[in-house]
Structure formats: C-alpha cells, structure tokens
C-alpha cells in the first residue's frame, strides 16, 4: 500500500470531491477512489466496500462529520478504517479536539498544500497496512491455537481410553508417592475404589515387609535408572499379589509424575513353580 489501495472520499461539493480526487490521483495514481456526498451514503459506502482510509469533510448538512465518524467507529465493520478529517470553516482547536474524541486518526485544515494532504494519506495507509498485517498474522496464531489445542484433546482423550482400558493396573503417582489417577484395573488389584486410591501413597498399597525397600527406590523412578521391576501388591482383604512393574515418566498437571504399568504375574508364577515342581518330580524318578 498505497499500490491497489481504496480511499473513500465524503463530502456534500461535487466541486471539492473532484478536485480532491484529481489532487490525489495526481500523487497516488494507482489508488482506487470512491465517493460519498453524504454522511448517511458514506456510512454505506464503507460498509460495502471497506475502504483502507476515509477522507471525511468535517462540516456537512443533515448528518456532519463528527457524527459520521462517530457512527463508523461504532459499527463493527468500519471501526478499524482510519478517518482523515478536513474543514476549511471548523478549524479551532476545539474543532481539532472534537474531532479526536469522535474517533478521527487525523484532523487536517484548509487551506492546505497538496503534498501535505498526500503524506497524511500515505502515513494513515501505512498504519492500516501495519494493522492489518498484525490483524492476520495474530487470526493464523488463533487459528494454530486452536488446532493445537483440538490436537491436545484428542491426545488426551485418546490417552484417557488406553488409560481405562489398559488391561494392566496403571497408577499416576507424583514424586512424593501420592497416587494421582488410577484406573478400574488399579482398583480391581486392590480391591480398592478409585476414590480410596486416588490422595493416597503408594507405599501403603505394598506389603508391610516391601516398603521400606519400595521408599528407597522410588526416587529411581523419576531419574531413570528403574524401568522394570518384580514387587508385590497387596490387596484389600490382605492377600499379597506377585506383579510387575513398568515406569514411564510423564508430567501430570504441570508437575512431574511417574505412570506405572503393573501386571499380576500371579498365574505366570504358578506356571513357573508348577514347571519347577515337574522339572523336580522327573529328575526324582530319574534318580
């Protein structure tokens, strides 16, 4: 801009449009100009056509310029255009301040020169264009936003699906042990509701006997130097279930969390001790 700009022209002189319009042809010749004769038709015009500046006479019959700017700074539409206001009659600082209060960019009095008219309406075209470059570019931020944000509720909800229907018994637990999210399965192990798990540490739902060693380890989990191990569970009605134990570390809520994966091997023990006792039985009869 000002290449392929729109400027709307409002005043009730057909004699003073055109000449305006010649004065900036003359220096902006690849600027579209339109024209108004009335406050009311330029509210429409630029409605309609959403021109990049507005050059409004200050003093018109009916509706003046003061009120003109006033209804295009209060319509949705036109708000953003700048207004460029020009009198040759309404020229006291109290004219200039009104103008200002009514919304104008700029206040200009005749008699003026036509370079001077011309660099008011290159610098307001400059500021439309540098408004509206910001305008799109903070549409693409809301736009990325928004697709990030539908992107992370997917995540979270495809996550949320495998965490509930993880045949495994998972618990979300912070680095003080404090269990933050379980699923049905963690319950089922337990034999515990998810409200009676969910605030509570994790040191309590092993075996007396296993939770001093499952306090000095814990820490392991959080630096990495654990991933995988062998533990015991214990359940409500106080039976101790063979289990093993994967970690992955995640942050949950903002802070940082561990999400173990724990599996009854409890049927894979018996198997191993079944095949232990067969191995046994063979080598007796061999003997």
């Not at 900036?24 to 004769?37: D, G, K, S, Y």
């Not at 994966?261 to 232990?276: C, F, G, K, N, T």
Request: include cysteine; aromatic fraction near 4%.
């Amino acid at each position: 801009m000002p290449g392929g700009a729109k400027i709307l022209l409002i005043d009730d002189l057909p004699d003073t449009l055109s000449l305006l319009s010649r004065m900036i042809r003359r220096h902006l010749p690849t600027v579209e100009i339109l024209t108004a004769r009335s406050g009311a038709e330029g509210i429409s015009v630029a409605e309609l056509q959403l021109p990049d500046l507005i050059l409004l006479d200050a003093k018109m019959p009916q509706m003046d310029g003061f009120e003109t700017c006033r209804r295009l700074k209060q319509n949705a539409r036109t708000a953003i255009i700048p207004v460029l206001m020009v009198s040759g009659v309404m020229t006291e600082s109290r004219d200039r301040v009104a103008g200002m209060e009514v919304g104008a960019e700029g206040y200009l009095c005749k008699p003026f020169e036509p370079e001077e008219l011309v660099a008011q309406l290159r610098a307001l075209l400059r500021v439309k264009a540098a408004e509206d470059e910001l305008r799109k570019r903070e549409q693409r931020l809301e736009l990325q936003l928004e697709s990030r944000t539908r992107t992370l509720q997917e995540s979270e909800m495809r996550f949320r699906i495998l965490f509930e229907n993880s045949p495994d018994a998972v618990f979300v637990e912070a680095e003080d042990g404090t269990v933050l999210d379980v699923n049905q399965a963690a319950c089922a192990l337990h034999g515990l509701s998810r409200d009676e798990l969910v605030g509570r540490a994790a040191f309590d739902l092993v075996p007396p006997d296993e939770q001093a060693a499952v306090r000095a380890r814990f820490r392991a989990w959080f630096d990495g130097s654990l991933r995988q191990q062998e533990s015991f569970s214990r359940h409500a009605d106080g039976r101790e279930i063979p289990v093993d134990i994967r970690c992955s570390r995640i942050r949950c809520a903002g802070q940082a969390a561990v999400l173990l994966h724990v599996r009854d091997i409890s049927a894979r023990r018996a198997a191993e001790q079944a095949l232990r006792d067969s191995e046994a039985r063979f080598r007796g009869m061999l003997e």
